[in-house]
């Protein structure tokens, strides 16, 4: 069965230093891969997906992704962590259902940015 | 325009009230999902439509009832509902779901957070 697991329920951070956040999926097809984030009070806003055109993904707000299959890894990062980032991050797989797909969602990790 | 909005944004109601969440877009897509999110949790799929039919209703009670009257138009009706149905409900839409939807975004909506008391 897919899954996703992602490494830490919190990471914090200063302000300036390089956020990584982890994603780990298991699929049995060549899988897309997204990451989105959710701000406080609000819903869930895409920041990039691997759709297997390449394997380093940008996405917006300076987030970049790695698509990693011998780790089976689809890590976050960006090199310079903004007080505006903080919030929380889920990954997720997208996995056949039915006729459909469904998005199968990491538990996420919550972002915090230390000034 | 990615923009997903829905009414109310916040919602209280007694265990023995109606009530009606809405859901509107207006990108073309042909997708519309709906979401449950308990706090600190991710979200959990309720229901997709796909080209205006129930494609997907992932056994969820009855006392929600969800209705489609038109590609831009999601609603999810509210009966009898219990103090654990207290969440962020999320609307989202996608492109044309289906077959097609391996590797849609989904575009999501700022959601309705409901207590119910």
């Known amino acids: 069965a897919q899954s996703v697991t992602q490494l830490g329920s919190h990471v914090s951070v200063s302000e300036g230093a390089l956020v990584l956040l982890r994603c780990n999926y298991s699929?049995?097809?060549?899988?897309?891969l997204f990451w989105y984030v959710q701000y406080p009070n609000q819903g869930l806003q895409l920041l990039l997906k691997?759709?297997?055109?390449a394997t380093l993904v940008k996405g917006i707000n300076g987030f970049e992704a790695e698509f990693k299959k011998s780790e089976t890894s689809f890590h976050l990062t960006k090199p310079s962590a903004h007080m505006s980032d903080a919030a929380e991050y889920f990954c997720?797989?997208?996995?056949?259902?039915?006729?459909?797909?469904?998005?199968?969602w990491g538990a996420g990790t919550k972002l915090i940015i230390k000034p | 325009d990615t923009e997903v909005t829905q009414t109310p944004k916040h919602l209280v109601m007694g265990m023995t009230n109606k009530k009606s969440l809405k859901c509107e877009q207006h990108?073309?897509?042909?997708?519309m999902y709906w979401y449950k999110q308990k706090a600190k949790k991710p979200p959990e799929l309720m229901f997709v439509?796909?080209?205006?039919?129930?494609?997907i209703n992932e056994s969820v009670p009855s006392r929600f009832s969800p209705e489609c009257p038109n590609s831009s138009l999601l609603n999810l009706h509210l009966h009898a509902l219990q103090p654990e149905d207290s969440a962020l409900y999320l609307c989202a839409s996608s492109q044309s779901g289906g077959l097609a939807g391996y590797s849609e975004t989904q575009y999501f909506g700022p959601g309705t957070r409901l207590l119910v008391l």
């Open positions: 990108m073309g897509h042909r997708a």
């Open positions: 699929s049995s097809v060549p899988p897309y």
């Open positions: 691997y759709t297997s055109a």
């Open positions: 997720a797989v997208s996995v056949p259902l039915g006729s459909n797909y469904q998005l199968i």
């Open positions: 439509y796909s080209y205006e039919k129930l494609s």
